[in-house]
């Protein structure tokens, strides 16, 4: 079945930096557009950035500049590079198909507090 597993996640400074990946698995990896999402308690779910399987990158205006996703479909996995990183990034990081696509069954995610 298709299983997808995010980590990297962790507490980090405001202007600090992580790299989160995600391993997917169960699914034709390399012919999916793929995304990053986030999660705040009490919100809804928000897109953060996609990224075709051409590797074309779409980006949340509240993150342009600061994210980069990239993916290798050698091993199935996506990442998301975020630098500068504000408390206002603080959430759940989730990867999954990108908009307009049937979701995947959703991972556990993986947690980023940014916080002095």
């Known amino acids: 079945q298709v299983q997808l597993v995010e980590s990297g996640g962790g507490l980090v400074q405001p202007g600090g930096s992580l790299r989160l990946s995600c391993a997917a698995s169960?699914?034709?990896?390399?012919?999916?557009?793929m995304a990053w999402y986030r999660q705040v308690p009490g919100k809804q779910r928000e897109w953060v950035a996609g990224i075709t399987r051409g590797g074309s990158q779409t980006y949340a205006d509240s993150v342009r500049g600061r994210f980069t996703i990239s993916r290798d479909n050698a091993k199935s996995a996506v990442y998301l590079q975020m630098n500068s990183l504000k408390a206002e990034d603080t959430a759940v990081y989730y990867c999954n198909r990108d908009r307009g696509l049937d979701s995947l069954p959703w991972g556990q995610g993986t947690q980023v507090t940014v916080s002095s």
């Open positions: 169960g699914m034709t990896f390399s012919i999916s557009d």
